[in-house]
């Protein structure tokens, strides 16, 4: 169902947006997903904008914080679902990860969450819901339909997620790919990984929306200033995507047609 209630531990449960013009940012998305944006309090001086489709929440957004490094881009990042964070960041360390951002409650009570870089680098949210359980929405236009991690050694990084959350994995050949690993929760599919298809790339965890037309988006995307990393595609059996960045430099993927 694409109305969610709760994440089962392991499971991508959210995506949020850090910008280095929020206010590009808001318009971009606002226009291209049918987002609203409500503003919430969220400390020092900042605001965090949720976004909301069918009155529930699919994603989040704030201005780049203040002391970010010199130059660091706009990007999008993923959470995965814990039942505690504090457990889960004890399990990270353990497993060779550094931690980025040590366990804390969010100002409203929402959740307990931290960041960590897993052993290959690829920077990734843990995330255990209070009042928020992450997206309400999912595998709907507009919505969070896939999360993939892009790294340079894939065995070593699913072995880290593994030890911290118990998910489990699987890997199938995969065409021009060579091979792809599909991240498994419960015997459900939630994630994917791959070798980074690019070299020179950090590995990085790939937020894929989900929208009506892949080429129809493309276009309205490019025409509001974003561009165009990867133009539409085919993978047979799956759907059809492309690979875009938005006015402030952040990467995003989009697709139509459910992963299998």
């Keep these: 169902m694409p109305e969610v209630e709760s994440y089962k531990q392991g499971t991508p449960c959210w995506v949020d947006l850090s910008s280095t013009d929020i206010d590009v940012s808001k318009r971009f998305y606002g226009d291209l997903f049918g987002w609203e944006l409500d503003a919430m309090d969220a400390g020092n001086g900042m ?3 949720m976004a909301k489709l069918r009155g529930r929440y699919v994603a989040g957004m704030m201005q ?5 490094p010199e130059g660091m881009p706009s990007y999008w990042a ?3 679902a814990v039942d505690s964070a504090d457990e889960a ?4 360390e353990a497993a060779g990860g550094t931690i980025l951002f040590p366990p804390d409650t969010v100002p409203n009570g929402g959740g307990r969450m931290f960041f960590a870089a897993d052993p290959t680098g690829a920077q990734i949210g843990f995330w255990e819901a209070g009042s928020h359980h992450g997206s309400g929405i999912v595998n709907e236009p507009g919505t969070m339909i896939w999360n993939e991690l892009q790294t340079d050694d894939v065995p070593k990084a699913l072995a880290f997620y593994e030890a911290v959350t118990g998910c489990t994995s699987t890997t199938a050949p995969a065409g021009d790919l060579q091979e792809y690993t599909s991240i498994v929760v419960d015997g459900a ?5 791959l070798k980074l ?9 790939m937020t894929y929306f989900s929208v009506v037309d892949v080429d129809a988006t493309v276009e309205q995307a490019v ?22 960045m938005d006015p402030a430099g952040a990467a995003f993927s989009i697709m139509s047609g459910l992963p299998e």
Excluded: C, K
């Design 197 to 205: 298809p690019i070299e020179g790339l950090s590995p990085f965890w």
């Design 189 to 193: 599919r939630v994630g994917g990984a």
């Design 47 to 49: 605001t965090y904008f």
């Design 223 to 244: 025409a509001m200033g974003g561009h165009v990393i990867s133009p539409a595609f085919d993978v047979p059996g799956i759907g059809r995507m492309a690979v875009l």
């Design 64 to 68: 780049q914080m203040p002391d970010a």
């Design 78 to 80: 993923n959470y995965i």
């Design 89 to 92: 960041a004890q399990r990270a």
